[in-house]
T-cell receptor, first 114, second 113 residues
Framework: GQQVMQIPQYQHVQEGEDFTTYCNSS?????IQWYKQRPGGHPVFLIQ?????EVKKQKRLTFQFGEAKKNSSLHITATQTTDVGTYFC??????????????FGTGTLLAVQP | EAQVTQNPRYLITVTGKKLTVTCSQN?????MSWYRQDPGLGLRQIYY???????DKGDVPEGYKVSRKEKRNFPLILESPSPNQTSLYFC????????????FGSGTQLSVL
């Protein structure tokens, strides 16, 4: 079935270093969403990208959607300890209905050492 | 406050003892869904509901049941739990009007002994 692959599975950085997580889909996506899950918490919506080649920024976070709408990335500049958590991408696939099906990537666990 | 409320937060049970995890949302969302989260596997969809009395299987529905008799509630039922259903469960809701972004409940950590 359709899959959304996410790498790396785990990343450990020193505070102040940059971090990037990547998602790849086997099929073209209608849109892609990103979520953050703090340790012990629940996933929280960060952003949605819809257009081919779209780039959005939220402070130190930069989100990109590939030209073919099959891949996406999240880049964090100068990580802080508050960035710790698991980042999930979720690709929206349309099967001809009114709504899309969201397929979650396996997530990237980010650890930030002070 | 807009929220998705799940109960209980933690649950320990024994094999074969029926249980229900409740989920309620106060945002008038038409779409609700259940996920389970396991290490290395991410979030996998169990069941979803497009609206009242409309439910469908997700990717891992075996051993689970759901119902959607009211728009706000979407309980997850395990008729005969087994140890392989030990997991972290999340309920989520969304609306097409809000771009289909998911709002998640706080989660239910289930252990089946």
């Amino acid at each position: 079935g359709q899959q959304v692959m996410q790498i790396p599975q785990y990343q450990h950085v020193q505070e102040g270093e940059d971090f990037t997580t990547y998602c790849n889909s086997s099929t073209t996506l209608s849109n892609i969403q990103w979520y953050k899950q703090r340790p012990g918490g629940h996933p929280v919506f960060l952003i949605q990208l819809v257009k081919s080649g779209e780039v959005k920024k939220q402070k130190r976070l930069t989100f990109q959607f590939g030209e073919a709408k099959k891949n996406s990335s999240l880049h964090i500049t100068a990580t802080q300890t508050t960035d710790v958590g698991t980042y999930f991408c979720a690709g929206a696939m349309n099967y001809g209905g009114a709504t899309n099906k969201l397929i979650f990537g396996t997530g990237t666990l980010l650890a930030v050492q002070p | 406050e807009a929220q998705v409320t799940q109960n209980p937060r933690y649950l320990i049970t024994v094999t074969g003892k029926k249980l229900t995890v409740t989920c309620s949302q106060n945002m008038n969302h038409e779409y609700m869904s259940w996920y389970r989260q396991d290490p290395g596997l991410g979030l996998r969809q169990i069941y979803y509901s497009m609206n009242v009395e409309v439910t469908d299987k997700g990717d891992v529905p075996e051993g689970y049941k759901v119902s959607r008799k009211e728009k706000r509630n979407f309980p997850l039922i395990l008729e005969s739990p087994s140890p392989n259903q030990t997991s972290l469960y999340f309920c989520a809701s969304s609306s097409v009007l809000e771009g289909e972004k998911l709002f998640f409940g706080s989660g239910t950590q289930l252990s089946v002994l």
